[in-house]
């Protein structure tokens, strides 16, 4: 059954930092690209941020571009997502998803990927 499941959300100060996990099961990381999407009250899912476990290469969207960093250990299974100066707007539930085809990361396009997890909450507040 494959799985993904995000953690690592929480509570946190403007300019403060949190790790978030995709912790994957039923299938091995290594073949395709994981994307980090987020979605805040009231608006569309957004992408955030993809990584190809195969190649390594990464990508950001431009809002959170020089602040995230993603990353991943293959042998864990798991894709992180470093956060940090986080802002008030950054609040979102974000989740973790498998690009359908391909091991490179190509756009946004919610439809493009599959097995999402639950989400997890990121709220930056002071």
């Known amino acids: 059954q494959v799985q993904l499941v995000e953690s690592g959300g929480g509570l946190v100060q403007p300019g403060g930092s949190l790790k978030l996990s995709c912790a994957a099961s039923?299938?091995?990381?290594?073949?395709?690209?994981i994307g980090w999407f987020r979605q805040a009250p009231g608006k569309e899912r957004e992408g955030v941020s993809c990584i190809s476990t195969q190649h390594g290469s990464t990508d950001y969207v431009d809002s959170v571009k020089g602040r995230f960093t993603i990353s991943k250990d293959n042998a864990k299974n798991t894709v992180y997502l470093q956060m940090n100066s986080l802002k008030p707007e950054d609040t979102a539930v974000y989740y973790c998803?498998?690009?359908?085809?391909?091991?490179?990361?190509?756009?946004?396009?919610?439809?493009?990927?599959?097995?999402w997890g639950q989400g997890t909450q990121v709220t930056v507040s002071s």
């Open positions: 998803a498998v690009r359908r085809a391909g091991s490179s990361c190509s756009g946004y396009v919610p439809d493009d990927y599959t097995y």
């Open positions: 039923g299938f091995r990381l290594g073949y395709f690209a």
